[in-house]
């Protein structure tokens, strides 16, 4: 798709990732506060592909996670955005809202913010009929996250992730919904 979207919020911009939003990524992904719920940090080199990975994404589907900045001064922190869930389980294929912000700007509601305008569009532009969201049962400030964006919780829908070994203590993940209006 030719067309790649850019979402603003009041205090956010949700747009294509460029080079300079490379290597905060990059610093990012090696933070292992951010990556605590994930099974381990990223280098460069595997979070540059992970760009590249999310910009084949957005080419193939015409959505995808987006590079977050402050709207006010331009700062990267981190990306929130749709893709689809790239492994096999119970409930795909399906539409993922995910997020990961660097740790200095949790708790100031950016991700609730940029996740609520990101399920608006899923909802009303792309008419997405519904969408997912997973993370590991030890992740509880995403939990909330999740519970906060509205999504529901079922825990018939929990599953062991496919892609980490079933005694991994990240292996366990719950799954939320979220239908359209």
């Given at each position: 798709?030719?067309?790649k979207?850019?979402?603003?919020?009041?205090?956010?911009?949700?747009?294509?990732?460029?080079?300079?939003?490379?290597?905060?990524?990059?610093?990012?992904?090696?933070d292992?506060?951010?990556?605590?719920?994930?099974?381990?940090?990223?280098?460069?080199?595997?979070?540059?592909?992970?760009?590249?990975?999310?910009?084949?994404?957005?080419?193939?589907?015409?959505?995808?996670?987006w590079?977050?900045?402050?709207?006010?001064?331009?700062?990267?922190?981190?990306?929130?955005?749709?893709?689809?869930?790239?492994?096999?389980?119970h409930?795909?294929?399906?539409i993922?809202?995910?997020?990961?912000l660097?740790?200095k700007?949790?708790?100031?509601g950016?991700?609730?913010?940029?996740?609520?305008?990101?399920?608006d569009?899923?909802?009303?532009?792309?008419k997405?009929?519904?969408?997912?969201?997973?993370?590991?049962?030890?992740?509880?400030?995403?939990?909330?996250?999740?519970?906060?964006?509205?999504?529901?919780?079922?825990?018939?829908?929990?599953?062991?992730?496919?892609?980490?070994?079933?005694t991994?203590?990240?292996?366990?993940?719950?799954?939320?919904?979220?239908?359209?209006?």
């Open positions: 798709m030719d067309m979207p850019q979402i603003t919020t009041n205090r956010l911009e949700l747009s294509q990732w460029q080079k300079q939003d490379l290597e905060p990524f990059a610093k990012l992904n090696s292992p506060k951010v990556m605590q719920f994930f099974p381990s940090t990223l280098n460069r080199e595997q979070s540059d592909q992970l760009v590249d990975k999310i910009k084949a994404h957005f080419d193939k589907y015409g959505y995808g996670l590079s977050t900045s402050l709207k006010e001064t331009g700062e990267f922190i981190g990306f929130i955005g749709l893709l689809q869930v790239g492994f096999e389980a409930f795909t294929p399906a993922e809202i995910g997020w990961r660097d740790h700007f949790w708790g100031k950016y991700a609730t913010e940029g996740a609520s305008v990101v399920i569009y899923a909802f009303n532009t792309l997405i009929s519904e969408i997912v969201s997973f993370t590991s049962q030890l992740n509880l400030p995403s939990i909330r996250l999740m519970k906060r964006l509205g999504m529901t919780h079922d825990n018939k829908d929990d599953f062991d992730h496919p892609r980490l070994d079933s991994h203590r990240l292996c366990r993940h719950c799954l939320f919904r979220k239908r359209s209006y």
